[in-house]
């Protein structure tokens, strides 16, 4: 109890004003019921925010909250009004141009509820009109009502509109379409200095990231971007943007845009990229095409077709066109490989989806094979004569029966044999699944091995420089089944003189 008293008092004597407030609001209390003494605790804060620099034909909203210190009045509401030079007020009232919201809340403080009303103003598309220094109509007021009382609090502001001549301007020289190689300094030039600002910075961003930045800028010297010896990569949204102060309060940014592009081209190999793929694995090509932005076709030609088919959507189980960023090349995978997916496959630049291959495309040969054709059978028949002896009988609903010669008997479990001997088959189908079952059982998976290199070629020419080359083969052993094919180059050519030429 001693230790409390104590402490209360040292308070007290730190903030003798608080304490004064305190005895006074005790004695008003117990007062109260005797006099209804209205004590003078209502308020208004100060609008906010407390710095109101809209520019002009943007929107604006400031907001005043009124609230009872001591938790005994309870806001009714709060207007906005105008007042002029002769203190003549003019309430401002809801228009197309004009809206209030409000809300209330409730805080607890020192055991007291006090509950609060914020009420915003909110011009649309503010004018010089709404400046406060404009004509008769000038400072604002927010004045707050509690309810059942005459108090009336008020809070002054000022709305200090920016003139739309009052923003700078800058401008971005204007590109036209690069070609790669080329070298260009594009400019960003103040237009027009605010005459109430001052200039913070200037900075180029390329897609949305800094690359460059100048602080305190001059506005005579123009901040050049400079591109040298155009790639792909220097392709983009360039944008300039300029910072200021403006009447040194209000940050404001203005920004110029240009689109730098880089004419497409092909980098891409002397020759066709030739594919093998088995049977329902997937593929990819990677087309060499370059620019930005860049857009590409694939086109595909069946093996043994004349027919182009054009514009392969990619957006399918089958097809996928992808690519890993806007400077990455096109990608397109081809999922679950058939026989029937070899061909030609072509990547092109546009051409409106034309069946022209010739021209600005490149070209992919794809071979699909079946990997059980690699699978010698241990019954004396060579899975590979699957197509000569299966395509006579595609459609034809025609008989064939299987003769096993070899040692067949250990693999015969589980097979369809009708004796020890001899399959009897009606269809393909039949027959395709009779390999398949076969396959299952007998054949073992064998990664390929190179074979040694082959001793090198002649020089191509019989004078001045040339190239022999030396190949090796995936044959040691031959890759079987499903197992691994051989990885690393099949063939090496080596530079080669054969004197000067006469
Ligand atoms: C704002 O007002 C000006 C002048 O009345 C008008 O030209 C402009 O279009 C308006 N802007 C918007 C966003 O309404
Ligand atoms: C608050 O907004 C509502 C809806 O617009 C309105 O009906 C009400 O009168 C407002 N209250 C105050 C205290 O301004
Ligand atoms: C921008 O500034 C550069 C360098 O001072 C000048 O060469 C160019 O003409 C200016 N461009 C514009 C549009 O004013
Ligand atoms: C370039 O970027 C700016 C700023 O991000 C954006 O306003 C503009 O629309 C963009 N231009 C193009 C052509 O994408
Ligand atoms: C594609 O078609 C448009 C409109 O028909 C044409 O202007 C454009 O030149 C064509 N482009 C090509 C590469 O053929
Ligand atoms: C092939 O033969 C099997 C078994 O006799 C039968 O179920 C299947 O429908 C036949 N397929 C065709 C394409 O005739």
Redesign the pocket.
């Known amino acids: 109890m001693l230790v409390y008293a104590r402490v209360k008092i040292e308070v007290c004597i730190k903030h003798i004003m608080r304490c004064v407030m305190v005895a006074l609001g005790i004695l008003m209390v117990s007062v109260k019921g005797l006099y209804a003494f209205d004590r003078d605790t209502f308020g208004i804060g100060e609008p906010f925010p407390p710095n109101i620099y809209p520019v002009e034909f943007t929107s604006v909203q400031v907001t005043c909250v009124a609230f009872d210190s001591s938790g005994i009045k309870t806001p009714e509401k709060i207007l906005f009004v105008r007042k002029d030079r002769y203190a003549r007020y003019t309430f401002l009232t809801a228009d197309e141009n004009l809206y209030f919201t409000n809300r209330t809340e409730e805080v607890d403080k020192d055991g007291k509820k006090i509950k609060k009303l914020f009420v915003t103003m909110h011009i649309r598309n503010v004018t010089l009109e709404e400046d406060s220094t404009y004509g008769q109509l000038g400072r604002y007021e927010c004045h707050a009502f509690a309810v059942g009382s005459p108090l009336e609090r008020k809070h002054g502001f000022s709305i200090n509109v920016i003139s739309r001549d009052e923003l700078p301007s800058i401008?971005v020289?204007e590109a036209n379409m690069l070609q790669h190689g080329d070298s260009i300094i594009v400019?960003c030039?103040i237009?027009r200095p605010s005459w109430s600002s001052r200039l913070k910075r200037i900075s180029w961003f390329k897609n949305g990231v800094v690359q460059q930045s100048v602080r305190y800028p001059d506005q005579y010297?123009?901040v050049?971007l400079v591109i040298k010896n155009a790639a792909a990569r220097d392709g983009g949204n360039y944008t300039c943007v300029l910072e200021v102060s403006l009447r040194g309060i209000r940050r404001y940014k203005v920004s110029d845009s240009v689109m730098i592009t880089i004419a497409p081209w092909f980098d891409k190999p002397q020759g066709d990229t030739e594919l093998n793929k088995f049977k329902e694995e997937s593929v990819s090509f990677q087309c060499a095409a370059k620019g930005f932005p860049l857009n590409v076709e694939w086109k595909f030609q069946k093996s043994g077709e004349d027919n182009i088919r054009s514009c392969i959507s990619g957006s399918d189980a089958k097809y996928r066109i992808h690519r890993s960023g806007i400077y990455a090349p096109y990608v397109l995978t081809v999922n679950d490989l058939q026989y029937s997916d070899s061909g030609s496959y072509y990547c092109c630049l546009p051409s409106n989806c034309s069946d022209d291959v010739k021209n600005n495309c490149q070209r992919f040969v794809l071979g699909v094979r079946d990997d059980k054709f690699r699978c010698k059978l241990d019954l004396g028949l060579l899975v590979d004569m699957t197509e000569t002896i299966s395509s006579p009988l595609k459609g034809k609903g025609a008989r064939l029966v299987v003769t096993a010669t070899g040692a067949k008997s250990k693999h015969q479990r589980g097979l369809r044999g009708v004796d020890d001997r001899a399959y009897r088959l009606s269809n393909y189908t039949e027959l395709n699944d009779l390999f398949d079952d076969l396959a299952k059982v007998i054949c073992q998976p064998v990664d390929g091995g190179f074979s040694d290199w082959s001793p090198f070629s002649d020089c191509d020419v019989t004078c001045g420089s040339g190239v022999k080359v030396r190949t090796r083969t995936c044959t040691n052993p031959p890759r079987q089944w499903k197992g691994k094919d051989c990885v690393g180059a099949r063939k090496e050519s080596m530079a080669c003189n054969e004197g000067p030429c006469k």
Request: glycine content about 0%; overall charge neutral.
């Open positions: 401008s020289t400019f030039n237009t010297s123009p050049p």
